[in-house]
């Protein structure tokens, strides 16, 4: 659905946080975020089991998506969000993060 309302070209035309052109766009990175949270994910952490289960990829229209770690450094480059790492109940997880707005 999401590309038959172009919302991935939208996205890597308007948001630009990477230096350079190799690896995932920046939305594969928010769609995958975005499918993330719509099937209950709590941590970034929770892209592992959406990586591996290709019922949920088909449904929701997603195949490729960035590991954890990849999506991680992604989400540290956003500058509207602050990764969490150390504090709170994200402490056992690789982190979480809190969208404020952009500064």
């Not at 939208?10 to 769609?31: A, C, M, T």
């Not at 969000?81 to 993060?97: D, E, L, N, Q, T």
Request: charged letters at 30%; aromatic letters at 8%.
């Amino acid at each position: 659905m999401a590309e038959s309302l172009e919302i991935p070209r939208i996205l890597d035309e308007h948001i630009q946080v990477k230096e350079r052109e190799r690896g995932y766009p920046e939305s594969e990175h928010i769609l995958a975020l975005a499918a993330n949270a719509f099937i209950g994910g709590d941590f970034i952490d929770d892209l592992e089991a959406l990586r591996e289960d290709t019922v949920i990829q088909r449904a929701i229209g997603r195949k490729d998506i960035p590991d954890p770690t990849t999506a991680a450094d992604f989400c540290r480059r956003l500058p509207w969000v602050i990764f969490c790492s150390s504090i709170g109940p994200w402490r056992k997880s690789m982190g979480a993060f809190i969208v404020f707005g952009r500064r």
